[in-house]
């Protein structure tokens, strides 16, 4: 599985953004889908994962309320809207995919990621 992201970049605070990751490869074999950040020096943090069949959201309490998991599986792509951006916010964002292996779970699958930065 490929992971591409994108939608990045530079916005003032209270603007929004949205990300999008696409996926190829054996996409039939996503069990979930999940977005990650990471500011620099602090740990990688999960933000919000989608289950691929059923849609199932978790979101960390962060970003909670302002943001958007969701996923259109016609076209392997994963989305995260975020809305009423904060400095807090920047990091970069990572696509993470969990991937069966046979009836296993998982083996992990990363995109390359994408900054986003909100100035105050």
């Known amino acids: 599985v490929q992971l591409v992201e994108s939608g990045g970049g530079l916005v003032q605070a209270g603007y929004s953004l949205r990300l999008a990751c696409v996926a190829s490869g054996s996409t039939f074999s996503i069990n979930a889908m999940n977005w990650y950040r990471q500011a620099p020096g602090k740990q990688r943090e999960l933000v919000a994962t989608?289950?691929?069949?059923?849609?199932?959201?978790y979101y960390a309490d962060s970003v909670k309320g302002r943001f958007t998991i969701s996923r259109d599986n016609s076209n392997n792509t994963m989305y995260l809207q975020m809305s009423s951006l904060k400095p807090e916010d920047t990091a970069k964002y990572y696509c993470h995919a969990e991937v069966l292996r046979g009836t296993i779970c998982c083996d992990d699958y990363w995109g390359q990621g994408t900054q986003v930065t909100v100035s105050s």
């Open positions: 989608i289950t691929r069949h059923d849609g199932r959201t």
